[in-house]
């Protein structure tokens, strides 16, 4: 039997060789548009990575979306009686069909590639394809792997089923690795932040500003002082962000408002801190400064959150011995405002690091780009980590 030393060694190798064919591969699905609305587009991804996937011994399933695009899960030797590694990626881009003939797949004289969703996250997906190819080519027997492309994250899948998809995917795996968006000081992400929406309505009473303003009860007035009491919760140092982004109220000039409105963006790194905003806010609009006006508090379905919690970090600790032993160099935790699909594994309680993808910047912008060497050394990170663990 061969020892792990020697499987690694022949796994990196492996993507020594192949770096013709992820070139190739990742500029077949840049070239492939498929914004989040495109749901043929995203399809037409998912069926050639299905292909690329059974190529190396992948058991793959498609799973249909009626108006999403498809998601694709894999099996990787699930027989294996270890707990599973889970990788995961998303097919899906926010770049709008008719991108691409701006901004074409090409790698610039600086070693950056371009192109719609290029860094995130096509290249993800190339390392996450060759990951396995490279851990059948090595003799890899230790655990099963599982894989799970979504087709529609940046819409944090709100037209699919796929949420319960990912959780039943994610189901007794050992550890997840996402390869979202890399960053180019090789911070990996270890948390992410949730997020939830309030809408907090008053209503005062409505009157002639001219003939009998006396009996008005201003909603602007006492929304105002609402509006500062709740951007007071704000908390920048400590991670938890409120923002009040919306406020409409009144009609005309010469009444006195009746009802104001605002809407308010909350992103936490605990469901505990979000619970205890979410009380703040409604002992906030409870009291009122204007006699006679009232308010109302609703609230979307808080998103899942990634916690930078000690599962994560131990997994990140792995993560960098892992580097240190190929000599891939330092790598760093990191703690990001934005969802992904991992905040969906971290939620169903298995450890997660994210940003294992590609290295690069602006991302969700037509200058978007990604470090193209960088495809290579993410892909031996992910093996390091995944042949030791
Ligand atoms: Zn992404």
Not at 317 to 345: F, N, P, Q
């Amino acid at each position: 039997m061969m020892n792990e030393t020697e499987m690694l060694k022949k796994a990196l190798e492996y993507i020594d060789a192949s770096h013709e064919a992820m070139k190739t591969l990742w500029e077949e699905i840049v070239s492939m548009e498929s914004g989040v609305s495109d749901k043929e587009g995203i399809d037409r991804v998912c069926e050639r990575l299905k292909k690329e996937l059974e190529a190396s011994a992948v058991c793959t399933t498609v799973v249909p979306m009626e108006q999403a695009g498809n998601l694709l899960k894999g099996e990787f030797h699930g027989e294996r009686p270890q707990k599973p590694i889970l990788l995961i990626g998303h097919m899906d881009t926010v770049f709008a069909k008719g991108t691409l003939e701006k901004n074409p797949f090409r790698i610039d004289e600086q070693g950056r590639a371009h192109g719609p969703g290029v860094l995130d996250m096509k290249a993800g997906l190339v390392i996450a394809v060759f990951v396995l190819r490279a851990l059948e080519a090595c003799g890899y027997d230790k655990r099963p792997l599982r894989v799970m492309f979504a087709g529609d994250e940046e819409n944090g899948h709100r037209l699919s089923n796929a949420r319960e998809e990912i959780r039943a995917v994610c189901e007794g795996c050992e550890a997840a690795f996402n390869f979202e968006t890399g960053f180019e000081d090789d911070g990996l992400v270890v948390g992410r932040k949730g997020s939830c929406r309030v809408v907090v309505t008053v209503t005062g009473v409505a009157a002639h500003a001219g003939n009998d303003p006396q009996r008005g009860r201003s909603a602007i007035l006492e929304m105002a002082h609402k509006v500062i009491e709740i951007q007071k919760l704000h908390d920048f140092d400590n991670g938890l962000f409120v923002n009040v982004g919306v406020i409409k109220g009144g009609t005309v000039p010469n009444a006195v408002p009746g009802s104001c409105e605002i809407q308010i963006d909350i992103r936490y790194e605990s469901r505990e801190r979000l619970d205890e905003v979410l009380r703040k806010i409604r002992v906030i609009a409870e009291y009122s400064h204007v006699a006679d006006t009232k308010a109302q508090v609703s609230m979307s379905a808080p998103s899942e959150v990634m916690e930078a919690s000690g599962a994560n970090l131990k997994l990140f600790e792995h993560v960098k011995r892992a580097a240190e032993l190929i000599g891939y160099g330092e790598v760093s935790t990191k703690k990001v405002g934005g969802w992904s699909d991992s905040c969906l594994a971290s939620a169903c309680g298995i450890p997660v690091v994210c940003a294992m993808g590609v290295k690069g910047a602006k991302n969700h912008s037509m200058e978007e780009y990604a470090l193209a060497d960088t495809l290579f050394e993410r892909a031996k990170l992910a093996l390091a980590s995944i042949i030791t663990l």
